[in-house]
């Protein structure tokens, strides 16, 4: 039987996310302030938040075009709401580790802010509310964000700019902590196979026509920055690399019971606005998430970089549940283990012993 009471951060050791997917790894890993053991937001909670929240995030107070200085929207409530619902909760703080990039404009690199870094760089125990504010500040669309922290300044735009798919950097930090010997990420015998099980949920992209060589030869300077063309590119290619990564540095995530990436590739051009927070878009988009649980899964083929459907691998909602019964497995052996050891007297370090490492991002 299925505990309804779960929640993703007691069964994964990292949860990752990048733009709105930061904001959702937050909400999914800050203590509740009512409970501290629970979270602030469950999974489902948060259709609700970007329901009643996102018109106000969005919402153009403004005649505004391409041409105009600054960005299309000045991000106030979004600042309002981070503060409010996170209020002073730092990295340091989560229910479980979690890993959100954003790019720093005046330093011109990425800024990943994660539990496994605080050692090293004490300021990145920064406010969540900071870091999902600077981890959402899409260019053109809400202003870059300057904060300072320990010290340390930050100048920080939307994490998509590093990492569109921040599965590769949770899968690498989580590769790191392995190779430091970290005892939360280390088996507890060393000839233990350690796994990583991956869970990677999309936002959905839009099956677009590309151009030809001779035709894009042709266009200007102008027509590469107004149409987005080049931004596109990068943001496809930043995806699929990710995926390209994946396959070739960690084939042992191939299997369907230990990665599984869900991932509209056909999303309807009328839904794909990153702004787009209306009612009607909100439903269309919950609906196609659910219709999406019953279609194949999709593998990408890092050959061709096209998605293929693996029969054996069956449905999303199939694959989720057969990555869920892995991850059950895994928590009621830690819970026996911990039982164990504090009987013989000995201290249990969470998230220590299993094989696998659980993560799940948000792209």
């Not at 993703?8 to 733009?19: N, Q, R």
């Not at 922290?149 to 950097?169: C, H, K, Q, S, Y």
């Not at 005892?183 to 507890?188: D, F, I, Q, Y």
Request: charged share 20%; net charge negative.
């Amino acid at each position: 039987a299925w505990d309804k009471s779960a929640t993703l951060a007691k069964y994964f050791d990292v949860i990752a996310g990048t733009s709105t997917g930061g904001l959702m790894t937050a909400m999914l890993t800050t203590p509740h302030p009512d409970d501290p053991t629970r979270p602030l937001s469950t999974a489902t909670e948060l259709i609700d938040f970007y329901k009643t929240y996102g018109p106000s995030i969005f919402n153009e107070t403004r005649g505004w075009n391409n041409a105009f200085p600054g960005p299309k929207y000045d991000g106030k409530f979004l600042h309002y709401i981070a503060r409010d619902l996170l209020r002073n909760t730092r990295v340091s703080q989560t229910l479980t580790n979690v890993v959100i990039p954003t790019f720093d404009v005046k330093k011109l690199h990425p800024v990943i802010f994660s539990n496994f870094q605080l050692k090293e760089v004490p300021s990145f125990d920064a406010k969540l509310s900071d870091v999902c504010i600077g981890t959402s500040a899409a260019p053109t669309y809400l202003p870059p964000y300057y904060f300072q922290n320990d010290g340390t300044e930050f100048n920080l735009i939307d994490g998509g700019v590093a990492a569109t798919n921040p599965a590769m950097a949770a899968v690498t930090e989580v590769i790191k902590q392995q190779k430091e010997k970290n005892p939360e990420m280390t088996p507890k015998n060393s000839n233990e196979n350690t796994k990583i099980l991956l869970l990677s949920i999309g936002c959905g992209t839009v099956k677009t026509v590309g151009y030809d060589a001779e035709v894009a030869e042709q266009f200007s300077a102008a027509v590469w920055a107004t149409s987005g063309l080049a931004t596109g590119a990068y943001d496809y290619a930043s995806k699929d690399m990710t995926e390209f990564y994946i396959s070739t540095v960690f084939p042992g995530l191939q299997s369907s019971d230990y990665y599984l990436r869900i991932q509209d590739y056909n999303l309807d051009p009328s839904m794909d606005a990153l702004d787009n927070a209306t009612a009607v878009n909100m439903e269309n988009l919950v609906k196609v998430g659910q219709k999406l649980l019953e279609e194949p899964v999709l593998k990408m083929n890092v050959a061709t970089f096209v998605p293929e459907e693996d029969v054996e691998w069956g449905t999303n909602a199939k694959a989720l549940e057969r990555l869920a019964e892995v991850l059950y497995r895994e928590k009621k052996l830690r819970s026996m283990r911990k039982k164990s050891m504090e009987k013989m007297g000995r201290p249990f370090i969470q998230n220590v012993v299993g094989k696998s490492k659980q993560v799940i991002t948000n792209a």
